[in-house]
């Protein structure tokens, strides 16, 4: 404008744009009283109080100035309220994942996810435990990769039946671990949707050598015994 006036206004947005940029920067209330409120209560301070000998019109000025610390706070007080709710998701999360892998690194039973057609989703670590693989040698390979070739067509029809039909499944089967041999597994098989209602396959299996060699034992015994 040319008057004294309009550069000083001028300062003020320019001071507003600093105040705004420096409470952004901290995203912290400690952020927000340092770098915001101390020098905005000392421009205030001067404006208001400190003498005026060239006899500036302070209406302008103050109302600007006024103006902009009000969008300035209310700004601020929306990012620090946003950023609050952020770190509290962030902890729950990180809480929640700290849970999940307690649960899974310390669970016998391995926990799976599939595609309908055999494509590997997710495989839990204690797979580790039960057959000796990594999740990652999984990962590598299709479903079905480690079965016993006589129990390939009942866990393809038990998959296939829960895909067309949906529920749950319990089967009895062996699959191929990493130190060779076999291994006797109970798995119970589950049909979920993802939140786009894509079918997937959810496993729970569980170790059953020594419940299967009791009853070989039984059977062995009954025989004698007859």
Known sequence: ????EGAICAGILWMSVIF???????????????????????MLAVVGFAPNPLHLNLFPILGLLGLALLFAFDGMARLLR???????????????????????????????LNSV???????????????????????STRNYTYLHPDEQDIVRQTVADLASTGGSKTIEYRVL???????????????????????????????????KAMEQELIVAREKAE
């Not at 404008?1 to 004294?4: I, Y």
């Not at 952020?31 to 020098?39: D, L, R, S, T």
């Open 82 to 112: 946003h950023r609050a709710a952020f770190d509290a998701s962030r902890l729950a999360a990180k809480e929640g994942a700290e849970r999940y892998r307690m649960l899974s690194d310390n669970i016998d039973d391995v926990i799976a």
């Open 1 to 4: 404008s040319g008057h004294v």
């Open 177 to 211: 671990p990493k130190d060779g041999g076999e291994l006797w597994v109970e798995t119970v098989f589950s049909l979920v949707h993802t939140a786009d209602n894509e079918p997937q396959v959810l496993s729970v299996s569980r170790n059953i050598a020594k419940r």
């Open 117 to 139: 057609d055999g494509r590997r989703i997710y495989v839990s670590p204690s797979v580790a435990k039960t057959m000796g693989y990594t999740p990652e040698d999984l990962m």
């Open 20 to 42: 705004f940029a420096q409470t952004h920067a901290f995203q912290t209330r400690a952020g927000f009283v340092i770098g915001g409120v101390f020098p905005a209560a000392a």
